[in-house]
């Protein structure tokens, strides 16, 4: 099965701040790396699909970026709202899906 | 407007079974693949189950594999997970997503879950 390091668990950061969470696959994923958004007692939301691609309505404060077992998730300028935790997940041929441990963000 | 709206969760003992249902609307259910994914209390995302458009292929994650078994009624527009021998690592927040999969000649070249439910509450417990 394929293994995802997502890092940090948890982050501090100030609003207008750059913010950068990435995630390793233990093999080769391609660009199947897919990045959420949950806030508390809510349901995940999709940000960021197939690594780079921003999802239609979403801010372009966040992107993201890499290929193979690399991958980096960005917001440029760290705003109120963004508080939440961060996931990757990553898809395999055998029709397996792993989401990485999660990244809780916080407002230092 | 897609809506997923969970129900069928609940308390139930140790050894015991549940089936949670997955009411799908605002889209042609019949043409995506649908997921349940779990997240204990106050722990992260762990995917369970998926299933293809039309039910005949299944997948599940090594944790459920032979206890929970995944289907869909492509005429009621509902996913359904079945849940048997339930154990108390099982307590978690169930939910339904959709994959949409990105296609070019027949070859998946990416695919996401873009839409989620509100979750359903799996307590097993004594």
């Not at chain 1, 897919?34 to 940000?47: F, H, V």
């Not at chain 1, 917001?75 to 395999?92: G, N, V």
Request: some cysteine; proline content about 3%.
């Amino acid at each position: 099965d394929i293994q995802m390091t997502q890092s940090p668990s948890s982050l501090s950061a100030s609003v207008g701040d750059r913010v950068t969470i990435t995630c390793q696959a233990s093999q080769d994923i391609s660009n199947y790396l897919n990045w959420y958004q949950q806030k508390p007692g809510k349901a995940p939301k999709l940000l960021i699909y197939d690594a780079s691609n921003l999802e239609t309505g979403v801010p372009s404060r966040f992107s993201g970026s890499g290929s193979g077992t690399d991958f980096t998730f960005t917001i440029s300028s760290l705003q109120p709202e963004d508080i939440a935790t961060y996931y990757c997940q990553q898809y395999d041929n055998l029709h397996m899906y792993t989401f990485g441990q999660g990244t809780k963000l916080e407002i230092k | 407007e897609v809506q997923l709206v969970e129900s069928g969760g609940g308390l139930v003992q140790p050894g015991g079974s549940l089936r949670l249902s997955c009411a799908a609307s605002g889209f042609t259910f019949s043409s995506y693949w649908m997921h349940w994914v779990r997240q204990a209390p106050g722990k992260g995302l762990v995917w369970v189950s998926r299933i293809n458009s039309d039910g005949s292929s299944t997948s599940y994650a090594d944790s459920v594999k032979g206890r929970f078994t995944i289907s869909r009624d492509n005429a009621k527009n509902t996913l359904y997970l079945q849940m048997n021998s339930l154990r108390a690592e099982d307590t978690a927040v169930y939910y339904c997503a959709r994959e949409t999969r990105i296609t070019i000649f027949g070859v998946v070249i990416g695919n996401y879950f873009d839409y989620w439910g509100q979750g359903t509450l799996v307590t097993v417990s004594s």
